[in-house]
């Protein structure tokens, strides 16, 4: 306590002040014209293909019809063999699951291993809260049905999107996330984790997933 | 609440390395002299800064508007500023109703003594460390090393850093002045391994490092790029997971950041992370932007137990109070003034003696650590305004520098000698007698010195040797500019008379 008023005081002080505010001070308006890149609903998975493309984010076209059986040639054409899933709605009514056991993987829900063993698997597959198609951005917010581990972890990240994902702006995504709150955690992921620090040279893949794979549902 | 918290006192080792940092007298001139000299320094910097340095313009042209952006960008900064008490309350309320910690601390000691405080207590003796200027600026992993705690660097860079008991030189690029031969040579050494240049199997080799050192970490460690005051979130950017893996695997999560971190709203962040990025590294986002708060919730899987903000002033209450300096707390430290600075990519980082380098360094370093110990500072700078016009928030830092120098001279920092020939400059410059005697003087001497060496004069004496210590100077004309233009005058009046 006493060291939140102290510098708290101090500040206040700095700032020319005896007593707090009397009222909430009013922040410059964000001026949209000068800020949002994109202002458009139409054309996103275009926008979004693009930018995924600049950030090394591969993308896949699938129905849903396809999308089991897509995945798993695409997880065992990487050579994986343990995959975990969320268990999340969207992946559960695909079926996904299922679909990768019987094309013979390892497949395994979140939920019933720990975070430890997490770190010998070889995929994560996750849906995702959004996309946006400004940066070519996947947005995950931690829920009980998405930890901040399946996409951080295993070396391969796999992100199902779908259609009413996609938000044109950053701007409209945190308008969204301000009604929907972040929760504990809120990630915008844009591309493969990497590093130029040894003399400018781009290296893909360091302390999150080499490979970053969106099967976009069409 | 934020807690009470039982003080520590800090290990004898740790105590002892940071006195002998504060109390090596900094010699600005000396360094830059070698650091310009070499050549393989120069050459890596360069390389570097000149990759972001483009990057960043191509990037910013895709903004409809870079430069009111960055207006805006700096005005909302300043708004967050001047009424930091009010956001710093809103903040601290809002974590604690997320469930995290808050604590406050006054000087670089307290952060110090807080985080130990919170490992001790919480049994936590395996950390993991992502980037933060703020913990550089209060030396944490040596302290904790000091500690006895297992604390390891995991931002590629810093890793490198730390094993090479090395100092960061670029805000963003911590080993912008090493190649990869030494630091090939380096974790030859530190892993006992064959030597290998390949930056990715360098990178490679301290990916498997540390990641056995996520997975058996107890406490994570990161700073914040911002903190938002109306959700209590914190929002941290990286590139290659590793802050993620602090916020994701131990137990328990320590954020510590500056005060002056603070944004109002979570939509203020569209406008700063478009500028962020791009102003950096010549992205147009960087690979991961996280924005948290507190501890997991009841039924989440995964992410820390225990969250605790360490919110930090150490000296920003103090430039906070001086209405010119307070914009210098805008700074988001993205380095884009390091990258356009002319001075910095010819001397590189250390050689600005603090952990803040370049353009900005040189500003608030002394602003932070007192004028009279970095006096040399506010001159490591052609005053080119290169850093102003990158600074995605518009702080003026060639005019900070000017105040700067007019502060040393007010608070009679300067050498003796300096200010007597300025005094008599001054007197001087106010009397046309003396001005004409001492430029004849001056004139006279400069001739004589310039006949003895051919035309042109090479050394000069006492304080004017600096000059002519690394080049030439011609000789001035036999005539003044000011005699040249009276006898002009004359014979224009003289043929004025003739025509009429």
Partial sequence: MHEKSTVIENVRRALGRVEPLASPPVPPSIDEPITRLVSSDIGLPELFAKMAEQNKIGLDRVTVDQLGTKLAAYLKAKGCDRVALPNSPLLNQLGLLESLRAAGLDARRWDQITLDELYDFDAGIT????????????????????????????????AIVEPRNFLPDLIDLFDKLAIDSCGSNTVIITGPSKTSDIEMNLVTGVHGPTTVQVFLLV | MSETLEQQPIDKHTQQFLQQAAATPFDFHSISVKAAGDERLKRAVNNAVMRQYTGRQLRLAELPDSDRLRTLAGDIKQHTLDHLDYYLEQFAANVERNGGHVHFASTADDARRIILDIAARSNCTRIIKSKSMASEEIHLAHVLEHAGIDVVETDLGEFIVQIGKDRPSHIVAPIIHKDKASIAQLF?????????????????????????????????????????????????????????????????????????????RLADLSVMLKLLARSATGQHMTVYTSIFSGPRREDEGDGPQEFHVVLMDNG??????????????????????????????????????????????????????????FKDLPQASSLCGACYEACPVKINIPQHLINLRRDITRQKLN??????????????????????????????????????????????????????????????????????????????????????
């Fill in chain 2, 316 to 373: 920003r209450s103090e430039i906070l109070a001086d209405e010119e300096y307070r914009e210098t707390l805008r700074c988001i430290r993205c380095g884009a003034c390091l990258n356009a600075c002319p001075v910095y990519r010819k001397i590189g980082g250390h050689a600005y003696g603090a952990v803040y380098c370049g353009p900005i360094g040189a500003l608030i370093t002394p602003l932070f650590q007192g004028l009279g110990n």
């Fill in chain 2, 415 to 500: 050498g003796r000698i300096e200010r007597a020939v300025y005094r008599l400059w001054a007197r001087g410059l106010q009397s046309p007698l003396l001005y004409h005697a001492l430029s004849r003087l001056q004139k006279w001497d400069l001739r004589r010195r310039a006949r003895k060496s051919g035309g042109w004069i090479r050394t000069m004496p006492a304080i004017a040797a600096g000059w002519t210590q690394i080049r030439d100077m011609p000789a001035p004309g036999a005539k003044s500019f000011h005699q040249l233009w009276r006898k002009r005058k004359r014979s224009a009046h003289a043929r004025e008379e003739h025509s009429h």
């Fill in chain 1, 127 to 158: 849906d995702v809260y959004a996309a946006v198609a400004e940066t070519g951005s996947l947005v995950i917010r931690a829920s009980k049905d998405h930890g901040r581990s399946l996409s951080l972890v295993p070396p391969i990240h796999v």
């Fill in chain 2, 188 to 264: 030859s050494e530190y892993f006992g391994t064959p030597y290998n240049d390949d930056p990715e199997a360098l990178t490679r080799q301290a990916r498997n490092y540390l990641r056995d050192k996520f997975r058996r970490a107890d406490l994570g460690m990161t700073g914040g790029n911002f903190i938002i005051a109306e959700t209590g979130q914190i929002c941290v950017v990286e590139n290659e997971g590793n802050a993620r893996q602090s916020l994701t695997t131990p137990r328990v999560l320590i954020s510590l950041v500056g005060i002056e971190k603070m944004i109002p």
